[in-house]
């Protein structure tokens, strides 16, 4: 069975520095996307970034960019330039050829000013 | 806005009653998920759907839960008989993965279930 762990329940970091989120993840499968979905305080959740496993290239949304490694199974999230908006749970998610979404148990991320 | 739709976000109700929630997608995307989520976790897969047709149930989705898409547009979820430990929130999804973009679900707002 695929499984996902987030091993940082919660992080607090400054406003506009970097910050980079752990998830790691389990599966037999070759074939599978990797995601990471924000869901704000009392907001809906809305995906940051989507990697496939066949591609190589990292996937880079503006501020934030993984660090996919294949090999380790393991998928970080990194946002740079962190801001106030980005406080909210982050999920790191799995899904392979039968389009079910396995998440994580989530990173509390706060902003500081 | 043509985003996900959920009614109601809320809902209080009394152990052992029914409650039913119903699921608008987005109007070209063919599958639709219903996932609970319970506080302090990541949702958990229930079921989807491709256009009218069930795929797929978790084995979460005990025989009180059931779950229609009629006529492959909006869908209801209807939980028989409620526990207190049905409290949660439920979260519908839908996508298209012909589009291009495969995984990639589009979330509602959820409906928070509070069993009393």
């Known amino acids: 069975a695929q499984t996902v762990t987030q091993s940082q329940p919660e992080m607090s970091v400054q406003e506009a520095e970097t910050v980079t989120l752990s998830c790691t993840y389990d599966?037999?499968?070759?074939?599978?996307?990797l995601f990471w979905y924000k869901q704000p305080p009392s907001r809906q959740m809305i995906l940051v970034i989507r990697q496939e496993a066949y591609k190589q290239q990292n996937a880079t949304e503006n501020r934030f960019s993984v660090n996919f490694q294949k090999a380790a199974k393991s998928f970080s999230l990194k946002i740079s330039d962190s801001q106030l908006g980005d406080t909210a749970m982050y999920f790191c998610a799995f899904m392979n050829r039968d389009d079910k979404i396995i998440f994580g148990k989530g990173t509390r991320l706060h902003i500081l000013p | 806005d043509t985003g996900v739709s959920q009614d109601p976000r809320h809902k209080i109700t009394k152990r052992g009653q029914n409650v039913t929630f119903r699921c608008d997608p987005i109007?070209?995307?063919?599958?639709l998920y219903w996932y609970r989520q319970t506080l302090g976790q990541g949702p958990e897969f229930l079921t989807y759907?491709?256009?009218?047709?069930?795929?797929?149930k978790s084995r979460l989705l005990s025989d009180r839960f059931s779950a229609e898409r009629p006529k492959g547009s909006f869908s209801t979820l209807e939980i028989q008989r409620t526990e207190q430990g049905d409290s949660a929130m439920y979260l519908c999804?839908?996508?298209?993965?012909?589009?291009?973009?495969?995984?990639?679900?589009?979330f509602g707002p959820g409906t928070r279930l509070t069993v009393t």
């Open positions: 109007s070209e995307h063919n599958r």
């Open positions: 599966t037999s499968e070759n074939n599978y996307y």
């Open positions: 999804a839908s996508s298209s993965p012909e589009a291009g973009r495969a995984g990639e679900q589009y």
């Open positions: 759907f491709q256009n009218e047709a069930q795929l797929e």
